[in-house]
Each structure stands twice: as structure tokens, then as C-alpha cells.
């Protein structure tokens, strides 16, 4: 499959072997399960397919970068300081997509953004980001309790399946008492149906 050229100036398994040659197998077989997902999500929410199985495929692209890789590019990509304070579960999309346009030339913004929002969520998320999002949560290779509930949410409605992982992560994160990157909290209450 050659993609259209102004998405990437990669065919699709000239990308993947440039992804692979970055991720050990099990992580590069997650990857291959998202972009299938987030094809067929696409394909129910008439999104452009393309584009979600470019974004499918990078998402995790820096995934298994060194913590030092991705303190050097968030300086020199004068990224917010305040990234410095977290670790892989946050750099490895909001950097990962510095990293994806410079090593793989890929400068299409919307892809970007899927790949930048794809751990925690924004308030706002293109049709595409909620397919990348929700693709990362639901590919057949999770298996968490309430996995099943977000596959019929997310293939009955987007948007309630963003919801319901935007909940269920949080709270997973409370539980385990791991710090909450403020970003995930504006997402959660941008999301919540209702104000109360
Ligand atoms: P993966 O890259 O396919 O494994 O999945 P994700 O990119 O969605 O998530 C990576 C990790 O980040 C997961 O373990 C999430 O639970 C975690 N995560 C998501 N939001 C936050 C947050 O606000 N704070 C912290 N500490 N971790 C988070
Ligand atoms: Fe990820
Ligand atoms: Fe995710
Ligand atoms: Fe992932």
C-alpha cells in the first residue's frame, strides 16, 4: 500500500520496517493490532483509513526510546519544561511526536496530534485521535476487566467509549496512587457528560 504522499513519504511496509527496527517484537505485534482496529473504526465513523493506519502504526514509535533520548529532545524541540518532571508513560507520544516527524517525516497534524493525545486524552480530539485513543485500549491483544465493556462501547459510540476510558484510567491510576499528569484531569472533565 503506497500512501497518499502528503500523509507519509514512506509505502506503508517501508514504514513498518522503519518501526520495527525501533520496537522489540511484542510491542511491534501491539502496533499492528491498533492499526487494525483503529482501520475499522475508521471505517464505521467514516474516517479517512489511510490516516488511521499511519497513526496506528507510529503511535508507539518512541515507545521504547531511553529516558535520555527524551530528555535531549525535550530541550531541543523547546518542549514544556515541565515534561522533565514525568517519565516514559507521557513522553512517548507528546515527544514520540517530534520524533515521528523528524525521523519519519511524517507532518500531517492531525496524525500528530492522534499520536500526541493518544496516552491521556485532550479536551479536544479530532475523530481521528478518539480512533487512535480508543484502537490503543480495545486492539484484541488487551485483556483487562471492563475490556469487553469498551469494545461494545467504543463500536456503539466513540465518544462513549472515550469516556469510559478516560474514567477507568484515572481511576486505575488513583488506585495504584500514581501521580496524574494535569493534562488527564482536564481531559476527564472536558469529557464527563455533565457538570454537577
Ligand atoms: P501503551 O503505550 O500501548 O502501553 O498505552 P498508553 O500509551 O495508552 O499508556 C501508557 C501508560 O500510561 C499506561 O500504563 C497508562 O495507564 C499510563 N497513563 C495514562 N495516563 C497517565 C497519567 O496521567 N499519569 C501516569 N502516571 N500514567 C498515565
Ligand atoms: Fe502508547
Ligand atoms: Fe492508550
Ligand atoms: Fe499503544
Given at each position: ?129 478518539q480512533i ?57 472533565n472536558a ?6
Amino acid at each position: 500500500l503506497i500512501y497518499q504522499e502528503k500523509l507519509s513519504p514512506y509505502s506503508r511496509e517501508e514504514l513498518m520496517a522503519r518501526i520495527s527496527d525501533k520496537l522489540d517484537q511484542p510491542r511491534f505485534e501491539h502496533v499492528k493490532r491498533v492499526e487494525q482496529t483503529a482501520i475499522e473504526l475508521a471505517q464505521e465513523n467514516n474516517v479517512d483509513v489511510e490516516k488511521a493506519s499511519v497513526a496506528g502504526l507510529v503511535h508507539d514509535y518512541a515507545k521504547q526510546r531511553s529516558d535520555k533520548d527524551f530528555k535531549h529532545a525535550i530541550i531541543q524541540y523547546d518542549l514544556d519544561p515541565d515534561l522533565l518532571n514525568w517519565g516514559n508513560a507521557i513522553w512517548h507520544g507528546v515527544v514520540g511526536a517530534e520524533l515521528i516527524k523528524m525521523e519519519l517525516g511524517i507532518y500531517d497534524e492531525d496524525i500528530l496530534n492522534a499520536v500526541r493525545y493518544h496516552t491521556t486524552g485532550n479536551t479536544y480530539m479530532t475523530s481521528l485521535a478518539q480512533i487512535v485513543f480508543m484502537a490503543d485500549y480495545i486492539e484484541p491483544g488487551r485483556n483487562f476487566p471492563g475490556v469487553g465493556v469498551a469494545r461494545r462501547l467504543t463500536h456503539h459510540s466513540l465518544q462513549d467509549g472515550v469516556v469510559y476510558q478516560i474514567a477507568s484510567t484515572l481511576s486505575y491510576l488513583v488506585q495504584r496512587q500514581a501521580k496524574i499528569y494535569p493534562k488527564t484531569i482536564e481531559t476527564y472533565n472536558a469529557w464527563v457528560p455533565s457538570a454537577s
